[in-house]
Nanobody, 126 residues
Framework: QVQLVESGGGLVQAGGSLRLSCAAS????????LGWFRQAPGKEREFVAA????????YYADSVKGRFTISRDNAENTVYLQMNSLKPEDTAVYYC???????????????????WGQGTQLTVSS
């Protein structure tokens, strides 16, 4: 089992950058694939980015490709989401999540993630 705690959200102007962090508890961090999801008011939670256990493979939603970068530090039990060129439509609560039996297909599927953080708010002003 793993517990996840996000941090780094806040208010930023359009075009700006921000880095989210997600710290995980437990000694088995490196056995989980990790993902970032977001949920805007009135919308469903959607996939943003995912990274496999080793960190060598990453996956992105089309809406963030080229602007966001996911990375992980298995020694520090932390996953990051670097967000550049932010847009007002990126405004949402951002959640990190962990999946214990990932495949290329399931890493982008919200329902396949077993563990979730509490979320951190990102607001991008125009």
């Amino acid at each position: 089992q793993v517990q996840l705690v996000e941090s780094g959200g806040g208010l930023v102007q359009a075009g700006g950058s921000l880095r989210l962090s997600c710290a995980a508890s437990g000694r088995t961090f490196s056995t989980y694939a990790l993902g970032w999801f977001r949920q805007a008011p009135g919308k469903e939670r959607e996939f943003v980015a995912a990274i496999n256990r080793s960190g060598r493979s990453t996956y992105y939603a089309d809406s963030v490709k080229g602007r966001f970068t996911i990375s992980r530090d298995n020694a520090e039990n932390t996953v990051y989401l670097q967000m550049n060129s932010l847009k007002p439509e990126d405004t949402a609560v951002y959640y990190c999540a962990a999946q214990s039996n990932p495949t290329i297909v399931t890493m982008t599927q919200r329902m396949k993630y077993e563990y979730w953080g509490q979320g951190t708010q990102l607001t991008v002003s125009s």
